[in-house]
């Protein structure tokens, strides 16, 4: 069996994006995660890990790790260097994959055959090589918040005023929110990402779900793509990305969305919160409501609809 090689620190909450550039360049595989149990069983700690196909270049890791720590002002953390045995990891991950329910969306894989809650929107998720199985905190916000807009008895109507496409997922990653969407309200959704992968497991999803005629994909960087531009404004548009994308993309997702339409933002910390909102609220949007799971914020946005004498 083939040996990989991990490279860790363990550092604290509020400090790891600060250690993420340690391992930039000598790997693409890198991984941000919080750790379970804190020495003290109190503070909340996270491990920045690198993963390697040979051995890393100790020496220069840990002169990097030592800058990082310097610059953030904390005490160099300890780095672990150490052999991982290969893993067939999708195989792990399909295994472990329980279904999940957000409000009435329920996601499972192929291997949950039911029985399935009475009313649910079910949406066949497997394990991939995309981001995205409602399993994380900042996607899990997202189907919340789009179960509480599909309550409201307008939302609908707005969707269908709005043309064609209605929403919009910015960073669909496996798609789950685009077709959250299109099952929900069943209307036609554009699903774009940067990633060919993402593009390509999007539109797999979406014939697994029988809504490849609702959910459109398309790859692009950020939004300046014309067929995005075709098709705003949005009556509802996602975007789980990160922090600072989200803050260089106000102007353009504030300008997509249709007056009376919504926004939500995820992929932020809840100390990244004040930079995002501060970002949109410039471009006339207003947070109508928040959903905390820590350490992520997913923020819902409006845009006032015109008055209309």
Request: one cysteine or more; a neutral charge.
């Amino acid at each position: 069996m083939t040996t990989a090689w991990s490279a860790k620190i363990v550092v604290p909450a509020g400090t790891e994006m600060a250690f993420e550039p340690v391992f930039a360049g000598l790997t693409d595989v890198v991984s941000l995660y919080e750790v379970e149990e804190s020495a003290d069983g109190v503070s909340l700690i996270w491990a920045v890990e690198g993963m390697f196909d040979e051995p890393p270049p100790r020496a220069e890791i840990a002169a990097r790790v030592a800058l990082a720590a310097g610059a953030a002002g904390v005490a160099e953390p300890v780095l672990e260097i150490a052999p991982v045995a290969a893993k067939d990891w999708l195989t792990e991950s399909v295994a472990s994959f329980p279904p999940l329910q957000a409000g009435r969306f329920y996601i499972h894989g192929d291997h949950v055959r039911g029985p399935f809650p009475a009313g649910a929107l079910r949406l066949r998720i497997n394990a991939a090589t995309a981001f995205g199985s409602g399993e994380h905190a900042s996607t899990y916000g997202c189907l919340l918040a789009l179960d509480s807009l599909g309550k409201r008895a307008g939302t609908r109507a707005a969707l269908v005023r709005s043309g064609r496409p209605a929403a919009l997922d910015m960073g669909c990653g496996s798609g789950i929110l685009a077709l959250a969407m299109a099952r929900q309200w069943h209307v036609p959704v554009l699903a774009a990402d940067i990633d060919p992968e993402a593009v390509r497991v999007t539109r797999i999803n979406a014939l697994a779900n029988g809504l490849a005629g609702e959910v459109q994909t398309l790859l692009s960087d950020g939004t300046g793509d014309a067929t995005i531009r075709r098709g705003g404004p949005y009556a509802v548009i996602t975007a789980n990305i990160l922090a600072r994308p989200l803050r260089a993309m106000s102007r353009d997702l504030a300008g997509l969305l249709a007056p009376g339409g919504h926004l939500i933002l995820a992929g932020l910390l809840q100390r990244q919160e004040a930079m995002v909102l501060t970002a949109y609220r410039a471009q006339g949007l207003r947070l109508v409501r928040r959903i905390s799971r820590r350490p992520w914020s997913i923020l819902v946005l409006a845009k006032s609809a015109p008055y209309l004498p």
